[in-house]
């Protein structure tokens, strides 16, 4: 980042792609955000509303005049969809658009709140690693707990978290949405060799076929593929710099308030150190597979306590949805 030293202005340099849609509250506290870091360049690209949903139309239109009124010198890109694409197909290829533009970046959705930090880390790390090519993401989220992993600002994870990230046109180009290597690959050693432990094989095995079935819309669970595939890492902050605020019902995927990972607080990072080898630290991994994907529940004999309760939340979950449905008519 650079500072204008006649009005004292912070400008970022780096890209910004924003990934929009129908929240203009969450999208408020993030936009801000970007208006004090006030990037020189801002890609904004948001789905169009669903069919059907006219108060959706409404939310969809604020939030584009919201992400649109910049008071500050920048380039501007707008990719404002007519129709909706859904949340695989209208992320990632406004990502792919975005880096038709540049050859590196950060991405942040309108749900996912940064500490301005959050900026100087992925501009320093950008740098530093773009020609690094077992290097393919930068992430701001931590969810370590306070376990510091290493000695330095950052640790290399295969977990590619990305509720504000960072990243190269060199390592999206890497992304197969349909993950077409799914079906050799699960059968390599070196699948075997990436998932080691038979839990965390079989969890994102399943992901994996639902994904090349087409029955998940997502673009996060393929990118995770095609990085893994790559035997790619990501520079992991051993703080959290970005806290996903859009945790509710009105979410797409992250609908639970309760959740642990909603809302964590972030802390400023300070004077960045750099690890001494690009190697992936297994502890953490292993920390965040137990923590965030609930592998404990997965295990016996905590399995058998928890088959119970998915089943009753399965049904609870289709009884509200059919009584949600049934009074829209």
């Known amino acids: 980042m650079e500072i204008n030293k006649t009005n004292s202005s912070?400008?970022?340099?780096?890209?910004?792609?924003?990934l929009v849609f129908n929240r203009p509250n969450t999208t408020k506290l993030v936009f801000e955000k970007l208006r004090q870091i006030k990037p020189l360049r801002l890609y904004i690209a948001s789905d169009g509303a669903r069919e059907g949903h006219e108060s959706e139309k409404v939310k969809v239109e604020e939030v584009r005049k919201i992400t649109t009124s910049i008071d500050w010198p920048c380039q501007v890109k707008t990719l404002f969809r007519d129709k909706n694409l859904g949340c695989k197909k209208g992320v990632s290829s406004a990502i792919t658009w975005f880096f038709e533009y540049e050859i590196q970046g950060i991405i942040l959705e309108d749900d996912c709140l940064p500490h301005l930090d959050f900026f100087t880390f992925c501009e320093d790390l950008l740098e530093r690693h773009i020609n690094d090519e077992r290097v393919l993401t930068i992430t701001g989220n931590n969810f370590q707990n306070g376990n510091w992993r290493g000695d330095a600002s950052y640790y290399f994870s295969k977990y590619n978290h990305c509720w504000g990230w960072a990243t190269w046109k060199r390592a999206?180009?890497?992304?197969?949405?349909?993950?077409?290597?799914?079906?050799?690959?699960?059968?390599?050693?070196?699948?075997?060799?990436?998932?080691?432990?038979?839990?965390?094989?079989?969890?994102?095995?399943?992901?994996?076929?639902?994904?090349?079935?087409?029955?998940?819309?997502?673009w996060a669970y393929p990118w995770t593929a095609s990085v893994w595939y790559k035997d790619g890492l990501t520079a992991t902050s051993n703080v959290n710099l970005v806290s996903?605020?859009?945790?509710?019902?009105?979410?797409?995927?992250?609908?639970?308030?309760?959740?642990?990972?909603?809302?964590?607080?972030?802390?400023?990072?300070?004077?960045?150190?750099?690890?001494n080898k690009i190697e992936r630290?297994?502890?953490?991994d292993i920390y965040t597979f137990e923590n965030v994907f609930k592998s404990r529940s997965l295990r016996f004999p905590y399995i058998l306590i928890f088959i119970p309760?998915?089943?009753?939340?399965?049904?609870?979950?289709?009884?509200?949805?059919?009584?949600?449905?049934?009074?829209?008519?």
């Open 244 to 275: 996903n605020i859009g945790f509710g019902e009105d979410a797409t995927h992250t609908k639970s308030k309760k959740s642990k990972i909603s809302k964590l607080p972030t802390s400023k990072i300070g004077k960045i150190r750099y690890p």
């Open 281 to 284: 630290n297994i502890e953490a």
């Open 10 to 18: 912070v400008f970022l340099k780096t890209a910004v792609l924003l």
């Open 172 to 218: 999206w180009e890497h992304y197969q949405g349909g993950i077409p290597f799914w079906s050799e690959w699960k059968n390599s050693n070196e699948w075997l060799k990436h998932t080691d432990d038979k839990i965390e094989r079989r969890y994102w095995h399943d992901i994996f076929e639902k994904v090349q079935a087409n029955k998940i819309d997502s």
């Open 309 to 329: 309760y998915r089943v009753l939340n399965y049904f609870f979950l289709n009884i509200k949805n059919f009584f949600k449905n049934y009074l829209k008519k």
